[in-house]
């Protein structure tokens, strides 16, 4: 087992990333709202994502490039794409999961200074590890925090069945006609796993693998440790649903409705259904996630970006440095929790709605470096998924836009 985890590299940093808010807040909303039944529909949308993810880091693997190199080779279009979406998302998305880490231990802690002064010192802690160990020290350290969130998760969902009370009060119907519906099943399944650019960090994640493995990454190495990080998140996020339908459904508390506030009242309203003995599992559970996914985002940001500008300017080297693109990624989100605090759902809501509504262009230009370079990467019933998989998001996202800007 032991010696099986050692040999896990990005597949767990893809772990890392994709749990976080969607999972911790998300999912255990969606089971307290509507019941054991989203748990299909958080399996759903890891389907129909599957392709996608998987043909990342094994097109890597197999060919020595990344996505984003091929995005590259195709022209100016998809990496003006790629550079929209980064710079529309990346300051807030690293300002979200850092102000939800924060959120957390300044509960548990009883911390009374501002929430923005916790995120620059969590900004400056992942900093340090990614700048004093690189890739190794953000490998070894994320499959501590992974095992350690699957044991707790696991041990908390136990106990929750075993203390279970049935009860449908305050359990909501959805509706395809309801606007506050919609809008929660597009944050869930858009987030869920992970947004599609994801394929990108785990694609550059593989890449650095490679070039510290060699040979013993192979391609079957690196089908495994995919889908042991990809089903692991899927499994937790049926997890996170069902703790949410087993012990916040119906106990008559209000959820409150801001992500960092949900998170950091969380471990309150699980200890206080499961008994105090659960309170060291539960806040175990939440620190490893949001802190899982600040350490990865804080890692992936600055290196997809360093990569990105050594293809598109060679000549401007100071412009690829990784430090560079850390500080920027890592002051920006500062300078969001400072001055846009107020405005955090607004921009929340923003970076939702670009991950959603490029989805199924990402989804396309996958699908088009994989069947372009004619590598026999994903079988012909992933192949036909995929198909499938882009039309509904396609279809999605068109439904997303006319209920959000035109109705």
Known sequence: MLKQLQKLGPGLLYAGAAV?????????????????????????????????FKAAPLFTVHTGH??????????????????????????????????????????????????????????????????????????????????????????????????????????KTFSFFEDTDIFFLIALVGWMPAPLDIALWHSEWAHEEKKHEGQTFSIQQANVDFKIGYWGTTFLAAVFVAMGAL????????????????????????????????????????????????????????????????????????????????????FGAIFVLIFQLENMKQLVDLATSISFITAPILAALILWVVLEGKQLILSKSELMLAWLSGAFLFGFALYFSYIRWVV
Not at 124 to 145: A, E, P
Not at 149 to 166: E, M
Not at 272 to 291: C, D, E, Q, R
Request: with cysteine; proline share 3%; aromatic share 12%.
């Open 20 to 52: 976080g808010v969607s999972h911790l807040v998300q999912s255990t909303r969606a089971g307290a709202n509507y019941g054991m039944w989203m748990i299909a529909v958080v399996v759903l949308a890891n389907v129909l994502k599957y392709p996608f």
């Open 247 to 330: 012990l916040l459904q119906g106990n008559g508390a209000e959820l409150p409705t801001g992500g960092a506030a949900f998170a950091s009242e969380l471990i309150g309203m699980y200890t206080s259904t499961l008994g105090s003995w659960s309170f060291i599992f539960v806040a175990i559970a939440a620190i490893a996630t949001m802190f899982s996914t600040t350490l990865t985002v804080l890692d992936a940001y600055p290196r997809v970006m360093s990569k990105a500008m050594k293809l598109s300017f060679p000549r401007r080297k100071g412009l690829q440095s990784y430090f560079l693109w850390l500080m920027i990624t890592g």
């Open 66 to 171: 990344t996505l984003l190199e091929e995005f590259h080779r195709k022209g100016k279009l998809p990496m003006l794409l790629f550079y929209g979406l980064t710079f529309t998302t990346m300051f807030t998305v690293q300002a979200v999961v850092t102000l939800i880490t924060a959120s957390i231990c300044a509960s548990l802690f009883e911390l009374t200074v501002p929430l923005w002064a916790i995120g620059a010192a969590l900004l400056f802690i992942c900093s340090l590890i990614l700048l004093m160990g690189h890739y190794q020290w953000l490998n070894r350290t994320m499959k501590m925090v992974i095992v350690l969130l699957t044991i707790t998760s696991v041990v908390t969902l136990l106990a929750a069945i075993l203390q279970h009370q049935p009860s449908t009060i305050g359990l």
